[in-house]
């Protein structure tokens, strides 16, 4: 017989099972300039500075990333940027994207890469010199996308390697 005692166990391991495989992200960041301060943002909200790690218990979805060594704009205007979304696929193709970009009003600052871990590891791009391939120049380069169709992945982000 199933009673309501027993629709509350239920009830609590299935919501138990279901945090258990909730989406996640972790954001690290490694500094290794010897100056400046590691920054997140996402639109108008700073989410983090110094080396973290920031941890989101759901999709990262459009947050910037850049060492602000204090010649940067609040979205990274004169700097390296790295753009990240971090989100598990619901469909292909529509998981986790990142890259560099130096589209102006950015410009190269410092030595700047990420690698995506727990999932798609070795996949990401370094930039280390104002002439970088593997960064946007103009929004049409979408080719220096660095997919990632893993759930729950996570992001390093590395100034002067």
Do not use: W
């Amino acid at each position: 017989m199933f009673s309501f005692k027993s629709l509350s166990l239920f009830a609590t391991v299935s919501a138990l099972v279901a945090s258990a495989h909730a989406e996640s992200h972790t954001v690290i960041f490694d500094n290794r300039c010897g100056f400046g301060t590691p920054t997140l943002i996402q639109g108008p909200n700073v989410l983090g500075t110094g080396n973290g790690p920031f941890n989101f218990g759901g999709p990262l979805i459009s947050a910037i990333a850049y060492l602000q060594t204090g010649g940067c704009g609040f979205n990274g205007e004169g700097c390296t940027l790295i753009e990240t979304t971090l989100r598990n696929p619901t469909s292909p193709g529509s998981g986790s994207s990142t890259d560099i970009s130096l589209i102006p009003p950015h410009a190269f600052s410092v030595t700047s890469g990420f690698g995506y871990f727990n999932g798609c590891d070795g996949a990401g791009a370094d930039c280390t010199n104002p002439n970088c391939p593997t960064a946007f120049f103009n929004p049409d380069q979408t080719d220096r996308q660095v997919a990632c169709q893993a759930d729950n992945v996570n992001l390093a982000i590395t100034f002067c390697d």
